[in-house]
């Protein structure tokens, strides 16, 4: 891997003293009886790009998850902040609404409606999101397909789609979950540019991808996982220059 597509821009600082605009607490979380989160905590200043990486089943999917607040897994121990607001004690509509925008690995969207219709569904309750007509700028083949129904969009555009219903509600936090899985490479090379352009409109992100070469040139900061807990916390650039580390975690 080379150094010269790491993202150039420096990690965020946030005023000394000053709490992180994002914090994950000590988190544990668990399936029933399985404990799968165990002890989880980073922080993220405003702005900052996040890959959160790891083997298969280290509990990346999870700890996004908790972190959207969804009932599954439930969280039994530790606190997430965003903006001074206490995400651990709201439900996943509040956390929602307190800005968490998660594009989930399946997408969710809604296959009868058109995407304009998607769009619009998601302003409805957060009209402060980007606006249809900038949704389209940044998603030139959304706006060609705005009629079309959604359950009709390639699997690239379907991800498009979701991506853009995100940015279309006030969030200020989004999480990606494998943004880039099972699409050709012209179609990643697309999504790449979009999310440049997310990254500078400043938007504080987590992705989880098993792309970990992607995620990380898109990144300022990188987390690994091992089996729900956090075995490095550093910059992107600190993962691409430790080969070891790459070997052992993420197999690249
Ligand atoms: N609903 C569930 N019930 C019970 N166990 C689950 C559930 N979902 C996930 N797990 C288990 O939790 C662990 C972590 O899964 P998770 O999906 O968070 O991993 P991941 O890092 O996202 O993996 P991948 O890279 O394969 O997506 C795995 O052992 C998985 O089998
Ligand atoms: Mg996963």
């Known amino acids: 891997m080379s150094d010269a597509s790491v993202a150039e821009r420096p990690a965020g600082q946030a005023p000394a003293g000053a709490p992180a605009f994002f914090s994950c607490r000590d988190l544990h979380a668990y399936y029933g009886e399985s404990y799968i989160v165990q002890g989880v905590s980073f922080e993220l200043n405003e702005g900052e790009i996040l890959a959160l990486l790891g083997r298969n089943g280290a509990g990346k999917t999870s700890t996004l998850r908790t972190i959207a607040r969804l009932a599954s897994p439930e969280l039994r121990h530790g606190e997430i902040w965003l903006a001074g607001e206490a995400l651990h004690e709201m439900p996943a509509w509040r956390a929602a609404r307190a800005g968490v925008g998660l594009v989930p690995e ?10 304009e219709e998607n769009l619009q569904l998601a302003r409805i309750e957060e009209p402060l999101g980007w606006s249809l007509e900038r949704l389209y700028d940044h998603f030139p083949r959304l706006a060609e397909r705005r009629r079309q129904e959604a359950v009709t969009l390639s699997g690239g555009e379907q991800q498009m789609l979701a991506i853009a ?6 969030i200020r936090l989004l999480l990606l979950d494998e943004p ?3 699409l050709a490479p012209v179609i990643v090379e697309e999504i790449e540019r979009i999310l440049r352009e997310v990254r500078k409109a400043g ?3 987590i992705i989880v991808e098993q792309n970990a070469v992607a995620a990380l040139n898109l990144s300022d900061r990188a987390i690994i996982l091992d089996m729900g807990e956090v075995v490095f916390d550093g910059t992107a650039r600190e993962v691409i220059a430790n080969e070891a580390l790459r070997h052992q975690y993420l197999a690249i």
């Open 106 to 115: 399946d997408r969710r969207i809604i296959g009868g409606l058109s995407v």
């Open 165 to 170: 219903r995100a940015l279309a509600r006030d």
């Open 180 to 182: 880039y899985e099972g």
């Open 203 to 205: 938007f504080t992100t």
